[in-house]
């Protein structure tokens, strides 16, 4: 259970961070805050399963499709509730071990952080793109009939 | 039509794609927005063209070309604005009521109003305090991580007054963020400056742009995702940088966290 305590701390951090985007109805304060909590739950489900990179790309696409769901439903831009949940994957920590690295003057360590935080993003951005370019294709008939006067 | 009344109708649709941008929405949608409401006024060939910092917007009626473009400086982040906006923009277009009137409605969303400055704080608090647990810290590292949340918030509050540009907003941020951790530990509390400084960057590191880079570079605006990217490396080059600062002068006299 311990091993779980990060989802709690990660959904009680992302609801945080609705208020500080101003997100004001509650149901959609729920909603934000519990997609933190699962991304950081699929996270800690595939460890050792695949290698880092591939958790965060797999964790994106399940906090993307989720998104892109809640979005659907409740007609509301997906992104509110893409921005919230994909907070506890943003690399924070990886940011400050590679400046830490840069600091002491350790060239191999700074070289391996820096590039490994890049992938992380790298796969976020991957994942976010590819779930976004599926909607886009489902929904693009809503488009073409919304554009018609 | 009356030429009035399209000169309205312009000015609707350019403050739409203003509030849509300063409130985190994506370019594609503030496009897509514009061009619906224009549809749906009986104006199909018009041309809008939006960037982060500008939208230009053309509506050809009859002979005549109305044009209109806004410079947009300032971002804040209102994700509930950015709802209301949406829904806003969906009801002028099954009503289409005389823009006059579309454009109050559009006012009352504008100025409804956001938290209290009090909630803001204890929001940057805590969001600093969890993180600071979810990155394996224990209780006292968190509350001294709920000071760093309320100091992030203090000094991006006073340098916005100021009209600081983002770098140097984030570069006093979080060297501010990280110099209380690293004092704190120097005077021989028994915390620990690493997790709580990565949970209080989590306040700085910007999500929004992030997430956003990659609909957009989808939706094909190249130009905004380029923009956006760079935005994203100097947010997270001022972060490291800031940080830097209070943590090398550590490192410098002490010899090491």
């Known amino acids: ?149 | 039509m009356t030429s009035d009344e399209t000169e309205q109708l312009l000015d609707l649709c350019c403050e739409m794609g203003r509030q849509l941008i300063q409130n985190g929405a994506e370019i594609y949608r503030v496009e897509e927005s514009a061009r619906r409401i224009l549809a749906a006024y009986g104006h199909a060939e018009a041309e809008v063209f939006a960037i982060p910092s500008c939208v230009i917007l053309n509506i050809r009626d009859g002979q005549r070309n109305y044009t209109k473009s806004v410079r947009i400086r300032s971002s804040s982040n209102d994700l509930d604005k950015l709802d209301r906006l949406n829904d806003l923009c969906r009801q002028i277009c099954r009503e289409t009521p005389p823009p006059s009137e579309a454009a109050g409605l559009l006012e009352t969303v504008t100025n409804s109003p956001s938290y209290p400055a009090c909630v803001s704080f204890l929001a940057h608090g805590c969001v600093a305090a969890f993180f600071t647990l979810f990155w394996g810290g224990r209780a006292s590292d968190a509350a001294v991580a709920f000071l760093c949340g309320l100091a992030v918030k203090a000094t991006v509050g006073s340098m916005s007054r100021l009209n600081a540009n983002v770098f140097f907003t984030d570069v006093c941020a979080s060297a501010f963020l990280a110099f209380i951790p690293t004092a704190l530990f120097c005077l021989g509390l028994p915390i620990r400056p690493d997790r709580i400084i990565i949970g209080a960057i989590m306040l700085l590191v910007p999500g929004i742009a992030i997430t956003n880079v990659m609909r957009d570079v989808i939706a094909g605006d190249f130009l905004t995702a380029i923009t956006k990217f760079a935005e994203v490396m100097i947010v997270a080059m001022a972060i490291a940088i800031g940080i830097a600062l209070p943590v090398g002068a550590v490192k410098a006299l002490l010899g090491g966290l």
């Open chain 1, 1 to 149: 259970m311990e091993r779980f305590l990060p989802c709690l701390y990660a959904v009680l951090a992302c609801g945080g961070f609705c208020l500080i985007f101003e997100v004001k109805k509650p149901l959609f304060v729920l909603l934000c805050s519990l997609n933190g909590g699962v991304s950081w739950l699929v996270y800690l489900l595939l460890e050792g399963v695949c290698p880092q990179a591939t958790r965060y790309l797999i964790d994106t696409i399940v906090v993307s499709v989720l998104a892109e769901l809640m979005a659907r439903v409740l007609k509301a831009p997906a992104t509110i509730f893409l921005i919230v949940g994909i907070i506890p994957l943003v690399p924070g920590g990886g940011l400050y071990y590679t400046m830490e690295a840069l600091l002491s003057g350790d060239t191999a360590l700074f070289a391996r952080t820096a590039l490994e935080t890049a992938a992380c993003a790298g796969a976020i951005a991957v994942g976010v793109s590819m779930v976004s370019s599926l909607a886009r294709l489902l929904f693009r008939k809503h488009l073409v009939e919304g554009r018609q006067p």
